[in-house]
């Protein structure tokens, strides 16, 4: 089982419609978790970071996290053509590790 | 801030060659990575460092070194290049994230705009 999984999509929403995008992970022990965006020739850049239960809402973006089903998810509502990309999800698997494991990402597509 | 910079952006190398990826950031993070991602893939950890002098092997480091004399800068070495090294190189730093105790971790990672590579 990967550590860290996404599908791959594409996943094609019309303009104006909720974007949903989730990601599930492995090691329940995991405490952090990321989302970034990545454009096409582009290098991955920050969305949401999330730590605890619940909904975080920055904006636009809404990350749910629930580490009982071990699922971290973004929507992205009002969705717009920039919003085309590849979102990757990031997961620090466990506490006291230096490093970040990454989904392989699902790509976004917004249809005017 | 310039943030995480990365040399040079494209780079064509014949089999054999040899070559240096540079990678400064200038936010003092202590952690530091090298990533490689292929056309579809998402990203693969070739090393990373939590400090000065100190590397470490990620999931895919053969074929490459690293060094980390300064916070600032952690250069990737490409020895005998390779078709299988044609890849986007992106550097990422971070800032350690404080648990209880001593444990640490790696937070949010900022990534640099990357080198295209390309081997033939």
């Known amino acids: 089982q990967k550590e860290v999984e996404q599908n791959s999509g594409p996943l094609s929403v019309p303009e104006g419609a909720i974007a949903s995008l989730n990601c599930t992970y492995s090691d329940r022990g995991s405490q952090s978790f990321f989302w970034y965006r990545q454009y096409s020739g582009k290098s991955p850049e920050l969305i949401m970071s999330i730590y605890s239960n619940g909904d975080k809402e920055d904006g636009r973006f809404t990350a749910q996290l629930n580490k009982a089903s071990q699922y971290v998810s973004l929507l992205i509502r009002d969705s717009q053509p920039s919003d085309s990309a590849t979102y990757l999800c990031a997961v620090n698997i466990n506490f006291g590790n230096e490093k970040l494991t990454f989904g392989t990402g699902t790509r976004l597509t917004i249809i005017p | ?120």
């Open chain 2, 1 to 120: 801030n310039a943030g995480v910079t990365q040399t040079p952006k494209f780079r064509i190398l014949k089999i054999g060659q040899s070559m240096t990826l540079q990678c400064t950031q200038d936010m003092n993070h202590n952690y530091m990575y090298w990533y490689r991602q292929d056309p579809g893939m998402g990203l693969k950890l070739i090393y990373y460092s939590v400090g000065a002098g100190i590397t470490d092997k990620g999931e895919v480091p053969n074929g490459y070194n690293v060094s980390r004399s300064t916070t600032e800068d952690f250069p990737l070495r490409l020895e005998l290049a390779a078709p299988s090294q044609t890849s986007v190189y992106f550097c990422a730093s971070s800032y350690p994230r404080r648990g209880q105790g001593a444990s640490v971790s790696t937070d949010t990672q900022y990534f640099g705009p990357g080198t295209r590579l390309t081997v033939l």
